[in-house]
């Protein structure tokens, strides 16, 4: 392992040529710097960087495993809760305080595709985290006793949290409506999926060895040099495995398919109805579609300014319902995407406000709707794409997908020029293809009073 002191002293060393360097030319990048990623290929495993000037890295380990590819409930949250445990080289304490002593911050999650494991830190600690990142993935024990005392606790307190919270719950049933299988697994485990006869320490050390395997994985940066990166991914990789091994299930590569169709739970919690359409793939896959976001900004709902309703399109049909919370957003990945409108509040108010949600939608769709609105939303979904993808969290796993699903990384650019592109047409025909096709929707509270999908006037 490489010393913590040489780590320290080489760190000073650049940290003070980086301080001289910085005045003479911080200034200028930052105005013209690019937030383009730069890729490449280290010991076989896929890489890409954007040196964004700064003492800081941030550095993230993506795996395609997330819940769409997992084989059985849980394993997804099983691999994230695992990261930073025992490896048979460190034991979980000496990993946590090691980062203490480096200032650092670890973290990992897990989404409907992707499970990542990342870490902040100073950017001369690049060799200490990218030798601890190939231990973590190669070497972690998977003991019985963590799983039993430390990773059950925490995956029952996520499944507890999303079931407390109707609006979650209704957006992971309206994609089980959606998907069925695949993107329609829900993100935690029900609470009646009985875990213990799925998951177990030596099934999910297995799937490990699957879910980490080259093929399968990247290795995505902030704030690094791409040179150096690839030399230590080059060094610290090599024990990864090629592909998954025969006897164990990979993650698989079925396309999605979109089904619809309409679920209802009865809830004490809270009330909410979610309606979902098909949406746009990646920019970085084959099925990406910009007027689908430009739509999703169009109706919008949730203000963009503190203390007012705003004034989308959603926004103004939500004043009729003083106290029902409405917000579209679109959810995206790899091959599909899905459109959700939400809407939240007292099961009347949510009654009242769904009609007018399909009401505006239908004047969408006639072309009902001013030049100036579609121009207004044309800019809005470009500034929300850029901001997302210019935020690190979201931009590494966009990256990371990319560079597992097809070899091509989020360039924020490419983004920008599609989106721009958008015509008034494309809208207005992208709201009539939405309606004409079969919607998702997911009612969860009183279902008494909650309308039908086909109540609204949707094909269900």
């Given at each position: 392992m490489i010393s913590r002191v040489k780590i320290a002293r080489s760190g000073q060393r650049s940290l003070q040529w980086q301080a001289r360097k910085c005045n003479q030319r911080c200034l200028a990048t930052a105005a013209s710097g690019s937030f383009q990623?730069?890729?490449?290929?280290?010991?076989?495993?896929?890489?890409?960087?954007?040196?964004?000037?700064?003492?800081?890295?941030?550095?993230?380990?993506?795996?395609?495993?997330?819940?769409?590819?997992?084989?059985?409930?849980?394993?997804s949250e099983g691999l994230q809760q695992f990261a930073f445990k025992n490896t048979w080289r460190r034991s979980a304490l000496r990993i946590t305080r090691e980062a203490e002593l480096l200032g650092a911050e670890l973290g990992s999650y897990h989404s409907r595709e992707n499970l990542v494991i990342s870490a902040k830190f100073l950017r001369d600690d690049l060799p200490y985290f990218a030798e601890l990142f190939g231990e973590i993935i190669t070497q972690t024990k998977y003991s019985a006793h963590e799983l039993h005392e430390q990773v059950d606790p925490q995956m029952q307190h996520s499944r507890k949290v999303m079931l407390n919270k109707s609006s979650d719950f209704a957006i992971n049933s309206a994609h089980g409506v959606a998907y069925h299988t695949g993107l329609g697994n829900p993100l935690y485990p029900a609470s009646s999926v009985p875990m213990a006869k799925y998951l177990d320490p030596d099934r999910l050390k297995a799937y490990s060895r699957a879910a980490y395997a080259k093929d399968n994985i990247s290795v995505v940066a902030n704030g690094a040099n791409q040179a150096e990166l690839l030399k230590w991914v080059g060094d610290f990789y090599t024990e990864v495995p090629d592909e998954a091994p025969p006897e164990v299930p990979t993650p698989g590569t079925t396309p999605t398919k979109y089904y619809g169709g309409e679920e209802r739970v009865a809830h004490d919690s809270g009330n909410t109805i979610v309606i979902a359409f098909p949406g746009s793939g990646s920019v970085t896959g084959g099925s990406?579609?910009?007027?689908?976001?430009?739509?999703?900004?169009?109706?919008?709902?949730?203000?963009?300014?503190?203390?007012?309703?705003?004034?989308?399109?959603?926004?103004?049909?939500?004043?009729?319902?003083?106290?029902?919370?409405?917000?579209?957003?679109?959810?995206?990945?790899?091959?599909?995407?899905?459109?959700?409108?939400?809407?939240?509040?007292?099961?009347?108010?949510?009654?009242?406000?769904?009609?007018?949600?399909?009401?505006?939608?239908?004047?969408?769709?006639?072309?009902?709707?001013?030049?100036?609105?579609?121009?207004?939303?044309?800019?809005?979904?470009?500034?929300?794409?850029?901001?997302?993808?210019?935020?690190?969290?979201?931009?590494?796993?966009?990256?990371?997908?990319?560079?597992?699903?097809?070899?091509?990384?989020?360039?924020?650019?490419?983004?920008?020029?599609?989106?721009?592109?958008?015509?008034?047409?494309?809208?207005?025909?992208?709201?009539?293809?939405?309606?004409?096709g079969k919607a998702s929707v997911s009612a969860v509270g009183d279902l008494y009073v909650l309308p039908w999908g086909e109540e609204l006037g949707l094909h269900v």
């Open positions: 990623y730069e890729t490449g290929d280290a010991a076989g495993v896929k890489v890409a960087s954007r040196n964004i000037p700064g003492p800081v890295t941030h550095l993230a380990i993506v795996a395609k495993a997330g819940t769409r590819y997992e084989p059985l409930p849980g394993f990406y579609k910009p007027e689908s976001q430009v739509l999703t900004a169009l109706l919008g709902g949730k203000s963009n300014i503190k203390w007012t309703p705003g004034f989308s399109l959603l926004a103004r049909a939500a004043e009729a319902s003083p106290g029902a919370h409405v917000s579209t957003e679109h959810h995206t990945y790899s091959d599909a995407g899905l459109l959700t409108i939400a809407v939240s509040g007292s099961a009347q108010q949510v009654r009242n406000a769904s009609f007018e949600v399909v009401k505006t939608l239908k004047k969408v769709a006639a072309g009902e709707i001013s030049k100036e609105e579609i121009k207004k939303a044309v800019a809005t979904a470009k500034f929300k794409a850029l901001e997302s993808g210019q935020n690190i969290n979201t931009g590494i796993e966009l990256t990371g997908a990319g560079l597992i699903q097809g070899g091509k990384a989020f360039q924020l650019d490419d983004l920008a020029k599609s989106i721009d592109g958008v015509t008034e047409d494309q809208v207005k025909k992208a709201a009539k293809s939405l309606l004409d």
